[in-house]
């Protein structure tokens, strides 16, 4: 099948989820001028450069982890896992402006080192990050979306050493959770490696 955006396309559901997937969770936490915390989901987020670490999340519309965020200068970001899926499910509510999801998941807000948000103590990692730009995408239109973009360097890195081996994070001990389509999950328990191509015509090596 093929159709043009944004639609009709005739299935049941909007099927653009399922197809860029799966998705890192940007789990979020951030805490605002005047005090008020918010942890929140988000799984249109990813690294976007290495050097320095840059990461960003996109939100639909301004919502409070953006709009603290920007205020604030900083925002968190909490390693989502298996074990952690309910209360990462949970910290997604509409809650009131000013409730706190760690109260609402049953999470422990734990201080970070540099910034002034809270970071999931329950999660094994978590990157503190500043705020370095913010926009609303456009569209061919140009016109400016409804989405509202956070781009954060990271500044401080947190990592439980129960997730180590050898020297590296273990997949299969973390256990990340990642965002399907619709209301679809998946966790990253099935690790293999491969190594990159060396010659220009994609074989390797020895």
């Given at each position: 099948?093929?159709?043009?955006?944004?639609?009709?396309?005739?299935?049941?559901?909007?099927?653009?989820?399922?197809?860029?997937?799966?998705?890192?969770?940007g789990?979020?936490?951030?805490?605002?001028?005047?005090?008020?915390?918010n942890?929140?989901?988000?799984?249109?987020?990813n690294?976007?450069?290495?050097?320095?670490?840059?990461?960003?999340f996109?939100?639909?519309?301004?919502?409070?982890?953006?709009?603290?965020?920007?205020?604030?200068?900083?925002?968190?970001?909490?390693?989502?896992?298996?074990?952690?899926?309910?209360?990462?499910?949970?910290?997604?509510?509409?809650?009131?402006?000013?409730?706190?999801?760690?109260?609402?998941?049953?999470?422990?807000?734990?201080?970070?080192?540099?910034?002034?948000?809270p970071?999931?103590?329950?999660?094994?990692?978590?990157?503190?990050?500043?705020?370095?730009?913010?926009?609303?995408?456009?569209?061919?239109?140009?016109?400016?979306?409804?989405?509202?973009?956070?781009?954060?360097?990271?500044v401080?890195?947190?990592?439980?050493?129960?997730?180590?081996?050898?020297?590296?994070?273990?997949?299969?001990?973390?256990?990340?959770?990642?965002?399907?389509?619709?209301?679809?999950?998946?966790?990253?328990?099935?690790?293999?490696?491969?190594?990159?191509?060396?010659?220009?015509?994609?074989?390797?090596?020895?």
């Amino acid at each position: 099948m093929f159709y043009r955006t944004p639609g009709p396309h005739g299935l049941a559901h909007d099927p653009f989820k399922a197809i860029v997937a799966p998705r890192p969770i940007g789990w979020i936490s951030t805490r605002s001028l005047s005090g008020a915390v918010n942890l929140s989901p988000y799984s249109f987020f990813n690294a976007v450069s290495d050097n320095p670490k840059i990461v960003m999340f996109s939100s639909a519309g301004m919502k409070d982890s953006p709009s603290f965020a920007i205020e604030s200068g900083a925002f968190a970001v909490n390693l989502a896992t298996r074990s952690l899926a309910a209360a990462m499910n949970r910290s997604s509510a509409p809650a009131p402006r000013g409730v706190s999801e760690f109260a609402i998941a049953g999470l422990t807000e734990t201080a970070c080192e540099i910034i002034a948000a809270p970071r999931v103590g329950e999660s094994p990692a978590a990157l503190e990050c500043r705020v370095t730009e913010w926009f609303r995408p456009k569209g061919l239109d140009g016109e400016a979306s409804d989405s509202v973009m956070v781009f954060g360097e990271v500044v401080g890195i947190h990592i439980d050493e129960s997730i180590l081996k050898d020297g590296r994070i273990d997949m299969s001990l973390a256990a990340p959770l990642s965002r399907l389509g619709y209301l679809d999950y998946a966790v990253s328990d099935t690790v293999f490696q491969m190594a990159r191509p060396i010659l220009p015509d994609g074989t390797d090596i020895g």
